[in-house]
């Protein structure tokens, strides 16, 4: 049972906000991931952090930005949200194999 | 760079019969994992298996079957009597050597009816 917390789950917004999308996990794992899933299902890797005070971008290029103050927390944010942004936002932690939360989809009007 | 091609988009069956989910995959690492993952309509993705490059057994658990075929850079996943709770995303994902960093392939959509 994967014990890796996503909140919130649904997000409607109006552009030009800031939002920050929380991720929390308690099994200790040191690597912890963002992934974007677009409505055609694909996911893109956009942030990852392998430890505290570690992140870099994913594959994908985002405007979003990633903090890791503290091993269990890895909150995403957007300083000035747009449509474009409209997503689902998958968070995920793992060593061998990843464990996903359930997603925040994020709507931005 | 590694790349995962789900060519079946939706496929679509009546429960009780078998499906096979296709998996193509490209990497130049000779070390890397493999995986499935369902993703229901809750939206969570759960693992369903990881696979190293070095271990080509099939593998059965329960109604699941996985069948890698590293010459022909397929692991493809077989259903076996398939029931209406089967009904989800199905995504096939690579890894480099570390297991981490996933590259996912587009999914294909199983549908089954009763």
């Given at each position: 049972e994967a014990d890796i917390y996503q909140t919130p789950r649904y997000l409607v917004i109006g552009t030009g906000k800031k939002i920050t999308l929380e991720c929390s996990q308690t099994m200790g794992h040191d690597k912890m991931y963002w992934y974007q899933q677009d409505p055609g299902m694909?996911?893109?890797?956009?942030?990852?952090?392998?430890?505290?005070?570690?992140?870099?971008k994913g594959d994908l290029s985002s405007e979003s930005t990633v903090s890791r103050i503290r091993t269990e927390h890895f909150p995403l944010t957007l300083e000035?949200?747009?449509?474009?942004?409209?997503?689902q936002y998958l968070c995920a932690s793992g060593q061998e194999k990843l464990f996903f939360g359930s997603g925040t989809q994020l709507s931005v009007l | 760079a590694q790349k995962v091609t789900q060519a079946q988009t939706e496929i679509s069956v009546v429960e009780k019969e078998d499906v096979t989910l296709d998996c193509v995959y490209e990497t130049?690492?000779?070390?890397?994992?493999?995986?499935?993952?369902?993703?229901?309509p809750s939206g969570e993705l759960v693992f369903l298996?990881?696979?190293?490059?070095?271990d080509?057994?099939?593998?059965i658990s329960g109604r699941y079957s996985w069948n890698f075929q590293k010459s022909t850079s397929s692991f493809n996943f077989t259903i076996t009597a398939s029931q209406v709770v089967d009904s989800a995303v199905y995504f096939c994902a690579l890894s480099e050597w570390d297991g981490n960093k996933l590259v996912f392939g587009a999914g294909t959509i199983l549908r089954v009816k009763s």
């Amino acid at each position: 049972e994967a014990d890796i917390y996503q909140t919130p789950r649904y997000l409607v917004i109006g552009t030009g906000k800031k939002i920050t999308l929380e991720c929390s996990q308690t099994m200790g794992h040191d690597k912890m991931y963002w992934y974007q899933q677009d409505p055609g299902m694909e996911l893109h890797l956009i942030h990852y952090s392998y430890g505290v005070n570690s992140t870099e971008k994913g594959d994908l290029s985002s405007e979003s930005t990633v903090s890791r103050i503290r091993t269990e927390h890895f909150p995403l944010t957007l300083e000035s949200a747009r449509p474009s942004h409209t997503s689902q936002y998958l968070c995920a932690s793992g060593q061998e194999k990843l464990f996903f939360g359930s997603g925040t989809q994020l709507s931005v009007l | 760079a590694q790349k995962v091609t789900q060519a079946q988009t939706e496929i679509s069956v009546v429960e009780k019969e078998d499906v096979t989910l296709d998996c193509v995959y490209e990497t130049r690492d000779t070390t890397y994992y493999l995986f499935w993952y369902k993703q229901p309509p809750s939206g969570e993705l759960v693992f369903l298996i990881r696979r190293n490059s070095f271990d080509e057994q099939n593998e059965i658990s329960g109604r699941y079957s996985w069948n890698f075929q590293k010459s022909t850079s397929s692991f493809n996943f077989t259903i076996t009597a398939s029931q209406v709770v089967d009904s989800a995303v199905y995504f096939c994902a690579l890894s480099e050597w570390d297991g981490n960093k996933l590259v996912f392939g587009a999914g294909t959509i199983l549908r089954v009816k009763s």
